[in-house]
DNA sequence: CTGAAAGCGCTAACAC
DNA sequence: GTGTTAGCGCTTTCAG
């Protein structure tokens, strides 16, 4: 054997065939009589061939490649989406190339186009900016694309989302109703204006409206999503505002930071301070008491979302398929128990 | 502008120029005057061209690619390291292309073939079983692997690794001097014996023998590693073995499990149970008590993987490298609080 | 049943 | 300074 790997045409020699021979036998694409394929397959093995990827993408146009574009793989919900699509990607033979824009649209948008000169067959996207007009970058660039978790600020568009709003008003409702009159509101900041930060909000004043409680600005507020300003302006309510005794928080480091603040100050939960929020999946059985938590349905999500991918990659012209899937609410009740039963 | 995305010789052609002209203003690799630079520049601006990384990539036998396996996307632990590898890997130039093996052998070797096929110009690999040679599979593919986390069952390789072992020796330690005399370990069935399963148990062992206490084989068990497990195997101990007083998880959701299993059972900890797990970063401060628990440094592992998968690249005759790392012991004081300050 | 050969988009001698 | 051209490894028409 040669230095380097074998190409096609070094089985061929071997074999004593044409390469156009060893390429059908290898794609099974047309008819090769049985001596040839016998000795096609025998030099294959003495050779070690393998064929190559790059050579077979240059002349076919499909990369069998998927670019994935998500704005934080530190964040476990991005990564157990990941998860869930990979196996259904995986069995239809595409690979991912993953990135992380950081939140960051200038990255972002660099990273699709390094994709796109990568040639990938598509593009799965959870957007950063509002600003962006993806739908028309993604046409420009001749790329079909799905989004995921957040909508683009656009028309026509491929995705599969999920909506919180109401089981958050079901988490708000849930503390109204078993006595906490002042419920606040602890959110992502919205400089980037997601969907998906507005929707919580909404959630939040429907469940305040539909018990006659106007919403209070005062009582609403927008820190960057984090554990330590979970952490701190759940302080400064403590502080300043003894009259709360209910927070939801709208996202799952703040939920986290939130916690933790009341934990340190000795509150009881929920008698002196309730709190609902996003949560991990997981987490929310660790803590004491344990944390009532809404959940995204993770698995569904990935799934829809590779589903979705392939569909689109098979018949590109199809017309835009959105996917909405609910967010689950969890009480305190213990999740284990019952599964390992 | 013609249907399909434009080619280096549709701009040469635009721009008056041959395709050899454009490719060199392309990557600045030879002289080009100045008039005719701008006709390209402009032509390419006129086209929407970007190069296509593909025909690259056949032409130079470089794909600025780098496969990554690793057993479990689900598992923070491995999100995170990516979440820490790939701004360095991305600044160089290089994408990421993801593989989860789910920790089988058969489709992890079916993964590393694939993306050899894909000519990545190196893989990053957490290998699932102790008997494969990995190593003589990648001098057979011809290509260049690092590994990371676990040790694989060779000689000479390159890799990023942990040691726990004596930060599990030193949170057993802190157990048995705190009165804790009769400390069980839940570890991780060894079915696939890894390195780091081993160590582990190793740093019990230490700990014991330190304190003249022999290890007492029915104390140690090994069990799949999930939050079900965890939970059942200590309600186990709690049922049948009053005079443990002490508990060490060697995976971060047998801790999950077994501290949800003391909560439901009205546990006092540490005074009647102590427990010291592995845990993911930001769980151990959410429960109450706060879990002590033996992190790994996740951002050093991401970026020295990240490092030493492009000096391989750099220089594939580079002599192994391997960088070790240490886990970290956190004890349940506050971790917030100091790093809000 | 099989082979010859054109070309996918790009790079890099080699020429002038 | 710039153009011509031979491939990289593979698929696929067109001819036998």
Not at 131 to 145: F, I, K, N
Not at 270 to 283: C, K, L, Q, R, Y
Request: charged letters at 25%; aromatic letters at 6%.
């Amino acid at each position: 054997m040669e230095k380097g790997r074998a190409t096609i045409k070094d089985v061929a020699r071997l074999a004593g065939v044409s390469t156009a021979t060893v390429s059908h036998v290898l794609n099974r694409t047309r008819f090769v009589s049985e001596g040839a394929t016998q000795r096609v397959l025998d030099a294959m093995k003495e050779t070690r061939y393998s064929s190559n990827y790059i050579a077979k993408a240059l002349r076919s146009n499909k990369t069998h490649t998927i670019g994935v574009v998500i704005p934080d793989l530190s964040n476990p919900f991005f990564s157990n989406i990941l998860f869930h699509m990979e196996p259904i990607l995986q069995q239809a033979g595409y690979m991912m190339i993953l990135c992380d824009s950081h939140e960051n649209h200038k990255r972002e948008e660099e990273m699709i186009r390094r994709l796109c000169g990568f040639q990938v067959d598509a593009i799965m996207l959870t957007p950063v900016s509002p600003r962006v007009d993806y739908v028309q970058l993604a046409e420009q660039l001749d790329c079909p694309m799905v989004f995921m978790d957040r909508h683009p600020n656009s028309k026509n568009y491929h995705g599969v989302f999920c909506t919180a709003r109401n089981r958050v008003a079901e988490a708000v409702e849930m503390m109204i109703r078993s006595g906490h009159d002042c419920v606040a509101l602890i959110n992502r900041d919205t400089s980037g204006i997601y969907s998906v930060v507005r929707e919580r909000e909404e959630g939040y004043r429907d469940a305040l409206l539909r018990n006659n409680i106007q919403p209070d600005p005062r009582y609403i507020f927008s820190v960057p999503g984090s554990i330590e300003h979970g952490y701190v302006k759940m302080a400064d309510i403590l502080r300043d505002m003894p009259e709360v005794n209910g927070v939801f928080c709208a996202n799952r480091l703040l939920s986290l930071g939130a916690l933790q603040c009341l934990i340190d100050n000795g509150k009881r939960i929920p008698e002196e301070m309730s709190i609902v929020g996003f949560s991990a999946h997981n987490w929310h059985k660790v803590t004491t008491p344990r944390l009532s938590s809404v959940l995204e349905p993770l698995k569904a999500m990935g799934e829809e979302t590779a589903k979705l991918l392939l569909k689109v990659l098979e018949n590109p012209a199809l017309p835009p398929q959105q996917v909405v899937l609910t967010a689950e609410l969890i009480g305190n009740a213990s999740i284990v128990r019952s599964s390992i039963q």
